[in-house]
């Protein structure tokens, strides 16, 4: 089973601190490279965060539910790749239903959230914004938790150790971008 999470046999829960930190350390610095990454996203947009204050309360919504919802489907992608539940001749199958998944709770969320902007904020073009990012982040979320960690595994990389942050990193982008960018659009 460890094999089929990208990791060796001495590789396991029990290894030693130095060399269970050392592995782990390589990811936490890509992964401050992809926090750069989406700060960037961020700075490309501050004309639009000094012209309108809520949408810098509200930008992080959309990328951390992103976040959470991918992390779920890599969670289930890695254990099914682990188990040996996931192969060529279903891989297809599994994409196509996280994406149905990533959609209906991308609309579902999308009408939750959007709705308790436009009550808190009296602002109709706003909730319309965070809906629409919110349902293309969590589709996107969708079909990266499933492509993550298979292309990983292809790559012999640990989708267990890398697969989060390169989710996170993807979400966070697509999210901010979205959003950000429709609320340029409407304040031009």
């Given amino acids: 089973m460890m094999s089929m999470a990208g990791m060796d046999d001495d590789e396991d829960t ?3 601190v130095v060399k269970s930190a050392r592995r782990r350390s390589v990811w936490l610095g890509a992964n401050v490279l992809a926090a750069l ?7 490309m947009f501050e ?3 000094e012209q309108m204050a809520a949408i810098a ?3 992080t919504i959309v990328p951390s539910m992103g976040g959470v919802a991918g992390n779920q489907t890599v969670a289930l992608v890695i254990r099914g790749l682990a188990l040996g539940h996931i192969g060529d001749s279903n891989r297809r199958e599994l994409l196509l239903k996280e994406a149905a998944i990533g959609f209906l709770n991308g ?8 709705g308790i902007v436009v009550a808190w904020k009296g602002d109709w073009m706003l909730g319309g914004i965070i809906s629409a990012a919110m349902m293309t982040n969590l589709l996107v979320a969708g079909v990266a938790g499933v492509t993550i960690p298979i ?3 292809k790559m012999n990389i640990d989708p267990a150790l890398a ?13 901010l971008s979205v959003f950000l960018g429709l609320a340029t659009i409407m304040i031009a």
């Fill in 14 to 16: 029990f290894a030693p």
């Fill in 37 to 43: 990454a989406a700060a960037s996203v961020s700075n």
């Fill in 47 to 49: 004309a639009t965060l």
């Fill in 57 to 59: 309360v509200l930008m």
């Fill in 107 to 114: 609309i579902l969320w999308a009408l939750i959230i959007g």
């Fill in 151 to 153: 292309l990983l595994k």
């Fill in 163 to 175: 697969g989060g942050m390169a989710l996170t990193t993807i979400t966070d982008v697509v999210g």
